[in-house]
C-alpha cells in the first residue's frame, strides 16, 4: 500500500520572549483542530502567548493561501503540527543583600505551526477527480461488510449492564452482594 503524502504549509516566530513551557500550555490547545476553531480558542484564552501564536497561525493561513499551487481556502485548514523549541536564554543578575547576586533567566522559545487540509476536503477532491466507474461500488461487496460490522441484540445489553454496573457507586454494589 502506498504511503499518502499530506502537504503542508508552516510558518515559524523564533525568538520569542516567552517560555517554551508556557507556550507549550497554548499550542497543546489547538493542535488537531480546524484552523476557524484554533482562531477561536486563542482569541478567548488568557495567557499572553496566545496572541504571539495567533500571529503565527495567521502567517501560516496566509502562506497557504498565496501559494498557487495549492489553491488552499483558509477554512478548510487544519493544524496538523504546532510545537514550541526552546530558544537562547538571556542570562542576567539581580543584586542581592549582603553584596550577593540572583541570576535571572530571560527565556525565549520558537514556535511552529504546520497547517494541511482536513481530510474532508481531501476526500471531497479525491471523489471530484476519479471517474465515475471507479467511484461506485457494487452493492453485493458492501453488504457483507455491513452485517458483520453491526453487533448483535445480546451484545448490545452485554454491554449496556456491564457499563451500568460500573457506574454505580462503591457502596451500592457492596451493599448488593451482602443482601
Given at each position: 500500500?502506498?504511503?499518502?503524502?499530506?502537504?503542508?504549509?508552516?510558518?515559524?516566530?523564533k525568538?520569542?520572549?516567552?517560555?517554551?513551557?508556557?507556550?507549550r500550555?497554548?499550542?497543546?490547545?489547538?493542535?488537531?483542530?480546524?484552523?476557524?476553531?484554533?482562531?477561536?480558542?486563542?482569541?478567548?484564552?488568557?495567557?499572553?502567548?496566545?496572541?504571539?501564536i495567533?500571529?503565527?497561525?495567521?502567517?501560516?493561513?496566509?502562506?497557504?493561501?498565496?501559494?498557487?499551487?495549492l489553491?488552499?481556502?483558509?477554512?478548510?485548514?487544519?493544524?496538523?503540527?504546532?510545537?514550541?523549541?526552546?530558544?537562547?536564554?538571556?542570562?542576567?543578575?539581580?543584586?542581592?543583600?549582603?553584596?550577593?547576586?540572583?541570576?535571572?533567566?530571560k527565556?525565549?522559545?520558537?514556535?511552529?505551526?504546520?497547517?494541511?487540509?482536513?481530510?474532508?476536503?481531501?476526500?471531497?477532491?479525491?471523489?471530484?477527480t476519479?471517474?465515475?466507474?471507479?467511484?461506485r461500488?457494487?452493492?453485493?461487496?458492501?453488504?457483507?461488510?455491513?452485517?458483520?460490522?453491526?453487533?448483535t441484540?445480546d451484545?448490545?445489553?452485554?454491554?449496556?449492564?456491564?457499563?451500568?454496573?460500573?457506574?454505580?457507586?462503591?457502596?451500592?454494589?457492596?451493599?448488593?452482594?451482602?443482601d
Amino acid at each position: 500500500m502506498a504511503a499518502v503524502e499530506t502537504q503542508t504549509v508552516r510558518a515559524q516566530a523564533k525568538w520569542v520572549h516567552v517560555s517554551a513551557r508556557k507556550a507549550r500550555l497554548v499550542t497543546d490547545l489547538i493542535r488537531g483542530r480546524p484552523v476557524p476553531e484554533a482562531r477561536t480558542i486563542l482569541a478567548f484564552s488568557q495567557r499572553a502567548v496566545a496572541h504571539d501564536i495567533e500571529k503565527v497561525l495567521r502567517s501560516a493561513v496566509a502562506n497557504a493561501e498565496s501559494r498557487p499551487d495549492l489553491l488552499w481556502n483558509g477554512d478548510e485548514l487544519v493544524v496538523h503540527t504546532a510545537y514550541v523549541d526552546e530558544g537562547p536564554t538571556l542570562k542576567r543578575w539581580r543584586a542581592r543583600a549582603r553584596g550577593r547576586v540572583a541570576r535571572i533567566r530571560k527565556r525565549t522559545c520558537h514556535i511552529t505551526i504546520e497547517l494541511a487540509r482536513t481530510p474532508a476536503a481531501v476526500a471531497a477532491e479525491a471523489t471530484a477527480t476519479k471517474p465515475a466507474a471507479r467511484r461506485r461500488k457494487p452493492a453485493a461487496e458492501k453488504a457483507p461488510a455491513v452485517e458483520a460490522a453491526a453487533p448483535t441484540t445480546d451484545e448490545t445489553t452485554a454491554d449496556v449492564s456491564a457499563a451500568a454496573s460500573a457506574a454505580k457507586p462503591k457502596a451500592a454494589r457492596r451493599k448488593k452482594k451482602e443482601d
